[in-house]
C-alpha cells in the first residue's frame, strides 16, 4: 500500500480539477449524460413467414366462460350470484386482437465529481491517463432487465483534508455546546431543589450529554471521523428496459386497456437493432413495427447506447358473452389467457353504496 502523500494533487484541488484531465473536460458538477461513441447500423433479418393457419386461438368453451364470470362476480361482495347461476349464455363472439410490444434494452453512462471517506484507497490520480467512460468495463446484466452500477473511474482518486471538520474528525456536540454535559432540567442547573441539594444530579446541577457520550465532541458525518476524503470521479451506469406497446383497435366495445393480461405469443425475435416487421398480415402491425422502431432508435440512441431490441406480436383473446337472465340481455367479457373478465353494468348489485 502505497503512502498517500506520495501522491500530492499536482494542480490545486478545485471545482476545476478535472478540466484538464483528457477524455473529463466537460465535465460539469453534477454531471451529465455521455453520448455513446460508435452508433449501430439496423441490419435487416429474414421476415417472419406468417402462417395464419397456426393464428388462431380456439373458441372459448362456454363452461370456461362461465367460471371466469363465477370467480370474477365472487371477487365482488355486493354482487349477487344469480346472473351466474340462473343465467343462460345464448351467444359468444371472439374478437381476438394483435398485440405489438416493443422492448429496448440500453446502457446509459454519467459521471459525476464524487467523495467518500478516505480509507486507504490508493491515491491514484495522474499516475496515468483516465481511461475514457466508455472504455470502462461494467459488467452488462442480462438483457431486458434494469440495473445500475457505480464505479470508481481509475487514476482520478485524490486525497482532501476534509472541510466539514478541518481535518479534526471530529465536530463538536451542539447539544451541550462542546461541554459534555447539559445544565440539570429539574433543578435548572442550580444543584438545589427545595432547600435540600437535587437529587437528580447529585447536587452538581450537571447531568451527563447523551448525545456525545459525555465527550463534547462526535465524529465527523463527512469524513466519518476519518480527517481526510477521496474526491474521485465517479461512473453511474445504468442499463435499463424501454417497453412500449401498441394494441391493435377492435370492435368488440371491451373498455379496457390490456396491458395486465398475456396472449398467444405469435412471433418473437431480438437483435442489437431492430429491423421493422414488414408483411405481417394485420397492416396495423407493421406500421406499429416501423413506428416505434424508428421512435425508439431517435429517443434513446442520443444518449444512450442501445444494447438490445425485440419485438413481440401477441393474439389476445377476447370473447364477448352474451346472456339472458330475468328475460332482460346482458354481456361480459372474458379477455386474455387469464381469462380476465370485465362486466361493467352487472345488473344484480346488491348493495348501493360504491365506494
Ligand atoms: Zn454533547
Ligand atoms: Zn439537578
Ligand atoms: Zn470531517
Redesign the pocket.
Known amino acids: 500500500m502505497s503512502n498517500p502523500a506520495v501522491y500530492p494533487p499536482p494542480t490545486a484541488p478545485g471545482a476545476n480539477m478535472f478540466g484538464n484531465m483528457p477524455g473529463y473536460e466537460g465535465m460539469v458538477a453534477g454531471g451529465g449524460y455521455l453520448p455513446p461513441p460508435v452508433p449501430l447500423e439496423p441490419v435487416a433479418p429474414p421476415q417472419p413467414g406468417p402462417d395464419p393457419e397456426e393464428w388462431t386461438i380456439p373458441t372459448l368453451p362456454e363452461d370456461i366462460a362461465r367460471e371466469s364470470f363465477r370467480s370474477f362476480v365472487s371477487t365482488h361482495s355486493c354482487y349477487s350470484k344469480s346472473p351466474v347461476t340462473d343465467g343462460v349464455i345464448t351467444n359468444m363472439e371472439p374478437f381476438n386482437t394483435y398485440r405489438y410490444r416493443l422492448e429496448t434494452f440500453t446502457e446509459n453512462r454519467k459521471t459525476e465529481q464524487a467523495e467518500k471517506p478516505y480509507e486507504g484507497e490508493q491515491a491514484d490520480f495522474y499516475t496515468q491517463p483516465a481511461p475514457q467512460p466508455w472504455d470502462i468495463p461494467a459488467t452488462t446484466p442480462s438483457f431486458f432487465t434494469d440495473h445500475k452500477e457505480k464505479i470508481r473511474v481509475p487514476f482520478t482518486s485524490s486525497i482532501k483534508q476534509c472541510i466539514a471538520c478541518n481535518a479534526l474528525g471530529t465536530v463538536r ?10 445544565p440539570c432540567h429539574l433543578c435548572d442547573g442550580s444543584g438545589r431543589r427545595d432547600d435540600e441539594g437535587c437529587s437528580s444530579c447529585d447536587a452538581t446541577g450537571k447531568t451527563r ?10 465524529d465527523c458525518e463527512t469524513c466519518e471521523g476519518k480527517r481526510q476524503m477521496l474526491s474521485y470521479i465517479k461512473l453511474k451506469v445504468k442499463w435499463t428496459n424501454h417497453v412500449e406497446d401498441h394494441v391493435v383497435q377492435q370492435n368488440s366495445g371491451l373498455k379496457i386497456d390490456l396491458k395486465s393480461v398475456s396472449g398467444k405469443e405469435l412471433f418473437k425475435n431480438s437483435q442489437s437493432l431492430l429491423y421493422p416487421l414488414i408483411g405481417f398480415p394485420n397492416p396495423a402491425i407493421s406500421e406499429a413495427s416501423e413506428r416505434l422502431i424508428k421512435d425508439h432508435q431517435t429517443k434513446y440512441a442520443q444518449t444512450s447506447r442501445i444494447l438490445q431490441q425485440r419485438q413481440t406480436v401477441e393474439l389476445i383473446p377476447i370473447t364477448k358473452v352474451n346472456y339472458k337472465w330475468k328475460g332482460d340481455t346482458h354481456l361480459y367479457y372474458v379477455y386474455g389467457n387469464e381469462n380476465e373478465v370485465s362486466a361493467d353494468n352487472y345488473p344484480a348489485t346488491c348493495c348501493c353504496v360504491i365506494l
Open positions: 456536540c451542539e447539544e451541550c455546546n462542546g461541554n459534555g454535559t447539559k450529554c447523551t448525545k456525545c457520550d459525555a465527550r463534547g465532541n462526535m
